[in-house]
């Protein structure tokens, strides 16, 4: 792995929790390898394209690794509803990263939709050389998984495959399938696939209490977060 460089970012409102100030450490590295990038996720890093990131916030905590125990995962009510109404109707297609028309429309249509109905920033859309620089210019070890009902795709989802376990990076899906739950659909076969290859972990990124769109990371339980000091400890078991 080679780094091309690395800043820290200057603090600014945070774009999760009201009141706080935030800052991220960045590294743009090229030729990083499954290996690599595993002990950098222990180590509380996250990844986008070419460019690794982790908090730095002045006075806040709150963004917290989040992975889940492969083995001891047990679906909750709500996860068995939206799998009972996934399966045998959703096709899962897992391929290399690529664009395509169909792609682009589908993460425009989810980014207009959470902009209306949730409140996130607008967003101007991806063309194809935007989205190839987010998804697809990614190291070899990551995964495209496309998802499809009746020959039309309904979500995608990219994944990093590593020694240790899955990394859950980004997943959009059609508004109009909303009722299916195929995020928690896409985290239930992150899960299952993790089980199928063997791997310990699922990891989805950080959980904030307190902030409603990242706190259901830990409704996938038994999951472990991880602490200021660098330590994984069980988090909520059931």
């Not at 450490?25 to 394209?49: C, K, N, P, S």
């Not at 207009?112 to 949730?118: G, M, P, T």
């Amino acid at each position: 792995m080679e780094t091309l460089y690395s800043y820290v970012a200057p603090p600014s409102p945070c774009h999760y929790l009201p009141g706080e100030q935030w800052s991220l450490q960045y590294e743009m590295v090229q030729g990083i390898t499954a290996a690599e990038y595993m002990q950098r996720l222990v180590d509380g890093w996250r990844r986008f394209g070419g460019m690794l990131f982790r908090p730095r916030c002045p006075a806040c905590t709150q963004c917290r690794s989040l992975r889940v125990d492969v083995a001891r995962f047990r679906p909750n009510r709500s996860q068995r509803r939206a799998a009972k109404h996934c399966a045998g109707r959703v096709e899962l297609h897992i391929g290399s990263p690529g664009v395509s028309r169909a792609k682009l429309r589908l993460y425009d249509r989810f980014h207009q939709f959470q902009a209306e109905f949730k409140g996130w920033p607008d967003h101007p859309g991806k063309d194809v050389g935007s989205y190839g620089e987010s998804f697809v210019r990614n190291p070899a070890f990551t995964e495209e998984w496309c998802y499809y009902m009746e020959g039309v795709l309904a979500g995608v989802g990219y994944v990093d495959a590593l020694p240790a376990g899955l990394s859950a990076i980004y997943f959009f899906y059609d508004p109009g399938h909303r009722p299916l739950s195929l995020g928690t659909w896409n985290v239930l076969t992150c899960l299952d696939e993790a089980k199928k290859r063997g791997l310990p972990h699922v990891y989805l990124g950080y959980f904030v209490a307190g902030c409603p769109s990242l706190e259901y990371k830990a409704n996938f339980k038994p999951n472990q977060i991880r602490d200021p000091d660098g330590r994984w400890r069980d988090f909520l078991v059931e």
